[in-house]
C-alpha cells in the first residue's frame, strides 16, 4: 500500500512538471506575441520616419523664443523680406504656449509650476517687436511676471548682449571680454582660448567679444525697445563709437579673419545658429564701419547662412518647425534608431547595413584625421569636431549589425576614441582634457549663467565608452579601462546614484555607469551596482515609470524625482536589465523591471508611439535643456528588445531545466 502511493505521488510529480512545463511555454508565448505585437508596432514608426531609407531626423529644439528672437535678428540684418518667417504663425506659437503666470519657458517641464525670466522677456520683446499691443492682457500679465522676477536687471549675460546689441541695455554693464584670447599672432599665441574652453563656447564669444569691443548698437525703433521691462527705470543708452579707429581697426581685423575662421561648409559659424547669428553681426558691422570693401563677401556669407539656419533648422517643413532647433543632430538620431531597430530584432538586415552605410559614408569623419584616426560627427557641420558619445554608439550598432563587414571602422573608431581620453581616465563629449581653469571661470564669472564652459570628463559619456569597448572585447586588463572605471566609480553619490551630464539627470548618469561598469566586467552584485540599483528602485514611480525634473541640477529635492516620462523609464529599466543580464536579479529588481516594462507598453498601446511630456535632454547643466523626440522613439524600443531577447532566453533555460 505503501509503495502504491509512493507511486502515485511520483507519478503526480511528474504530471504537475509536464503541466508547468507546458505552462511556462504557454505563458512565454502569450508574452512573445504581446510583445511582439508593441515592438512591432515601435519598429514601424522609426522605419516610417526613414528618408531614403538611410537616416532619420527627430529635430531636437530648445524652445521657440529662439524663433521669436530671430524676427529681431532678420529686422536688425535687414533680410526679413527674404526669410520664410511667418508673424502670424510666431504669434501663435508664443501665445499659445503663455503660463498661467504670465511667463514663458523654454522647455517642457510637466513638474514645474513657474516660468523661466529669460524665456519670458525673449517672448515679450518679440511680441512686442511683432506689433502685439504691450497694454493687452497677455502683454501685461507677461510684463508684471518678468518684472515681479527682477526685470531686465536680473537677465542673464547672453540675453543681455542682445538688449545690447538692439539698444535696450548699455554696453557699459555688460560684462568685459578681452580680446587677446582671439587674437591670432605674436605673444598672443600662448594662451588662445580655443584650446581651453568647451567647442561650443568658442565660436559663441568670439563675435560677441568684437561687438562688445565697437559697442555695437542698431536702431530699429520703439517697437523693439523694452523699457517697460526694467525694475528700476530704463538705464542710459549706448552710443557707438563714430570713429572705429577708436577701437583699434588692427584688432578688429583680426577678430574679423578669426569669425570667417569658424565658417563651415553647410554655412554656420561653429555649427550652431546663434553662434552663425552673432557672428553675422559682427561681420555686418565690419563690413558697413570698418571696411566697405568686404561687403560683397558678406553677402554671399550671409544668404548661404540664412540657407541653412531656415532651411535645416528654423523652418524645416517638419514638427520641428518654430520649435527652436539650433543645430543638426541627425546623425546621432540615425544612430539611435539603427541601435533601437537592431536591438528589438528588425527582421530587415538590408535596412540596418543601409543605415550602417549612410552613417559611415556621411558621419564618420574619414577626411578628419586626429593621431590618424577617425571620429563620428553629431550632424551636418560638425566635421571640425567629432564626438565621442557618438563615436562609441556607432561602435555598438556596426558591431551588432555586422562586425565582420565593418572591422576596419570599428577598429580605428576604437583607436581615436583612445586617443580622446581625459587624463581623469574619463571622456568628454567633443575634447580632451578641457577641465574647469579657475584663470578662465574668474574671467568669465558673468557668463556662467548663460553656458557650460568647458568639456569635462562626465560618467554618462564614459559609461558609453565602456558598454562600446566591451562590445569588441576589451576588458580590465587593459590599463585604460581600468583607470577609466576608477573614474566612473568615483563619481557615485552615497545614495548609490550618478550625476548625469547629457541627459536629465541622475537616472541617465546613473543607467550610463550601471550598464558601462557591468560590461565591462564589475560584477553586477557589487557594492556600487548594487547601490545604483537600490537607488533606481527607490524612484520608481507608482505608476510604474521613472521621471525626473530639469530641476534636479538645481535643487537636491528633485533628485530622480518627477512625472513618469517614456525615455527616463527606458533609461532606468536598462540599468535594472543588466541585473537580469547576469540572471542575479533580485526580487525586488525583478518586480521593479516588470512594472516598468508594462509602463511602457501601456504608453505606447494608448497613443501608438511613445512621447516625452517633459524635455529629457541637457545643453548646458541648471541652463539649457533640450527636447529629443529621437529619445522617446527608441530607447524604450531598445529597453523591450533587450528585455524580450533575455526573457526568451531565460524561459528557454527553464523549460529546458523542467523537461529534464
Known amino acids: 500500500m505503501l509503495f502504491d502511493c509512493k507511486f502515485i505521488l511520483i507519478l503526480f510529480f511528474v504530471m504537475f512538471s509536464r503541466f508547468f512545463s507546458i505552462f511556462l511555454l504557454t505563458v512565454a508565448c502569450i508574452f512573445a506575441v504581446t510583445s511582439g505585437n508593441v515592438i512591432q508596432r515601435a519598429q514601424l514608426n522609426i522605419v516610417d520616419k526613414l528618408i531614403n531609407g538611410s537616416h532619420v531626423n527627430y529635430y531636437p529644439h530648445l524652445g521657440k523664443q529662439y524663433i521669436g ?56 520683446w518679440a511680441l512686442k517687436a511683432m506689433g502685439m499691443n504691450p497694454n493687452t492682457h497677455p502683454m501685461l500679465r507677461a510684463r508684471a511676471y518678468i518684472l ?22 548699455d554696453w557699459d554693464e555688460f560684462p568685459n571680454i578681452p580680446v587677446f584670447p582671439f587674437i591670432q599672432k605674436h605673444v598672443f599665441k600662448l594662451y588662445q582660448l580655443k584650446s581651453k574652453v568647451a567647442q561650443w563656447v568658442y565660436p559663441h564669444v568670439l563675435p560677441i567679444a568684437y561687438l562688445k569691443r565697437v559697442r555695437a548698437v542698431i536702431d530699429l525703433g520703439p517697437r523693439f525697445v523694452i523699457d517697460e ?76 547662412s540664412q540657407r541653412y539656419i531656415e532651411h535645416t533648422c528654423y523652418f524645416s517643413r517638419t514638427p520641428g518647425a518654430y520649435q527652436g532647433i539650433l543645430d543638426d543632430g541627425h546623425f546621432w538620431d540615425t544612430i539611435l534608431a539603427g541601435q533601437a531597430l537592431a536591438e528589438s530584432g528588425y527582421g530587415d538586415g538590408e535596412v540596418l547595413r543601409k543605415i550602417c552605410d549612410y552613417l559611415i559614408d556621411h558621419a564618420l569623419l574619414k ?24 563615436t562609441a554608439e556607432l561602435i555598438l550598432l556596426l558591431e551588432m549589425v555586422d562586425r565582420v563587414k565593418y572591422r576596419t571602422y570599428i577598429d580605428r573608431m576604437v583607436e581615436w576614441v583612445f586617443t580622446m581620453q581625459n587624463w581623469s581616465g574619463g571622456w568628454g563629449a567633443f575634447n580632451k582634457d578641457r577641465v574647469p581653469s579657475a584663470v578662465i571661470k574668474y574671467f568669465a564669472r558673468s557668463f556662467l549663467d548663460s553656458a557650460e564652459l568647458f568639456d569635462d570628463a562626465t560618467v554618462d559619456v564614459t ?66 551596482i548594487t547601490k545604483a540599483l537600490d537607488w533606481i528602485i527607490l524612484m520608481q514611480n507608482d505608476d510604474g515609470g521613472w521621471g525626473e525634473s530639469t530641476m534636479s541640477y538645481n535643487d537636491p529635492k528633485w533628485k530622480g524625482k518627477g512625472l513618469s516620462t517614456d525615455t527616463q523609464t527606458a533609461w532606468a529599466c536598462l540599468a535594472l536589465i543588466e541585473a537580469y543580464h547576469a540572471m542575479k536579479c533580485t526580487p525586488d529588481q525583478k518586480m521593479a523591471l516588470e512594472r516598468g516594462i508594462a509602463y511602457l507598453e501601456t504608453r505606447i498601446g494608448h497613443s501608438r508611439r511613445w512621447s516625452d511630456h517633459s524635455a529629457v535632454g541637457t545643453g548646458h547643466p541648471g541652463i539649457v535643456f533640450m527636447q529629443y523626440p529621437a529619445y522617446s522613439q527608441t530607447f524604450p524600443l531598445i529597453t523591450l528588445g533587450r528585455y524580450y531577447s533575455l526573457l526568451r532566453v531565460q524561459n528557454s533555460v527553464a523549460l529546458a531545466q523542467e523537461v529534464e
Open 463 to 528: 559609461g558609453h565608452v565602456l558598454e562600446a569597448l566591451a562590445a569588441v572585447g576589451y576588458t580590465q586588463k587593459d590599463k585604460r579601462v581600468a583607470l577609466a572605471v576608477r573614474f566612473v566609480s568615483s563619481w557615485q553619490d552615497g545614495d548609490g546614484a550618478y550625476w548625469g551630464r547629457w541627459g536629465v539627470n541622475y537616472i541617465y548618469g546613473t543607467w550610463s555607469a550601471v550598464v558601462g561598469l557591468h560590461r565591462i566586467g564589475v560584477p553586477v552584485d557589487s557594492k556600487a
Open 367 to 390: 577626411t578628419h584625421s586626429l593621431h590618424g584616426v577617425w571620429g563620428v560627427a553629431y550632424g551636418k557641420d560638425f566635421w571640425r569636431y567629432p564626438d565621442i558619445d557618438d
Open 229 to 304: 521691462l526694467y525694475l528700476n527705470g530704463a538705464i542710459r543708452r549706448t552710443e557707438m563709437p563714430h570713429n572705429v579707429a577708436e577701437v583699434s581697426g588692427d584688432v578688429l581685423h583680426e577678430l574679423k579673419a578669426e569669425i570667417l575662421n569658424q565658417l563651415q561648409p553647410c554655412g554656420t559659424f561653429g555649427t550652431y545658429t546663434v553662434s552663425t547669428l552673432y557672428s553675422l553681426f559682427a561681420l555686418q558691422h565690419y563690413s558697413t564701419y570698418v571696411n566697405g570693401t568686404f561687403f560683397p563677401e558678406f553677402k554671399r556669407i550671409v544668404a548661404k
Open 69 to 124: 528672437m530671430y524676427f529681431i535678428q532678420l529686422t536688425g540684418l535687414g533680410l526679413l523680406d527674404k526669410s520664410e518667417f511667418s508673424v502670424e504663425r510666431m504669434k501663435r506659437e508664443l501665445m499659445h504656449s503663455q503660463r498661467e503666470d504670465g511667463g514663458w519657458t523654454f522647455v517642457v517641464d510637466q513638474n514645474r509650476q513657474d516660468s523661466e525670466l529669460d524665456a519670458s522677456i525673449y517672448s515679450y
Open 148 to 169: 515681479s522676477r527682477g526685470g531686465i536687471e536680473a537677465a542673464p549675460a547672453m540675453l543681455r548682449m542682445w538688449l545690447c546689441l538692439f539698444g535696450n541695455y
